[in-house]
């Protein structure tokens, strides 16, 4: 009887930084750039490092918050709402990610509102935004 995970459950259970022995001053700092560069407004670069974050540890909430956020301000609104969901799954109670969906989730709802009421010149580049 083999009792072994399978590769898909090995793999969700150990991150790739186990797996590849990075160590976590590193993560550490990748995050700390990550921030600073949302802080500057650079959202693409943000975004490079966020991605490169969950690429090592997918189960750390913080990773999938900053994405969130970068892709928010990026109007990205329904990527941004993925992200949060996604890291709920790791950290089910986790604060911010919860404040982030439910403000994610009531600008949506007021964007298709104001889009069901009329299309206007005004709001047509929220259906664009939305429709990403």
């Given at each position: ?13 150990t ?75 790791y ?42």
């Amino acid at each position: 009887m083999n009792t072994a995970p399978s590769p898909s459950d090995f793999l969700e259970m150990t991150p790739m930084r186990a797996i590849l022995g990075i160590p976590s001053e590193v993560l550490d700092e990748a995050m700390a750039q990550a921030w600073k560069l949302y802080q500057a407004g650079r959202y693409h670069d943000a975004e490079i490092l966020c991605k490169g974050l969950l690429a090592a540890d997918h189960r750390y909430w913080w990773a999938y918050s900053l994405y969130a956020a970068v892709l928010r301000k990026q109007g990205r609104l329904r990527e941004a709402l993925i992200q949060t969901e996604a890291g709920l799954r790791y950290e089910p109670g986790q604060p911010k990610l919860l404040a982030m969906r439910a403000d994610i989730a009531r600008t949506l709802i007021a964007w298709r509102s104001k889009l069901s009421a009329g299309q206007t010149d005004s709001n047509r580049g929220l259906a664009q935004t939305e429709a990403r």
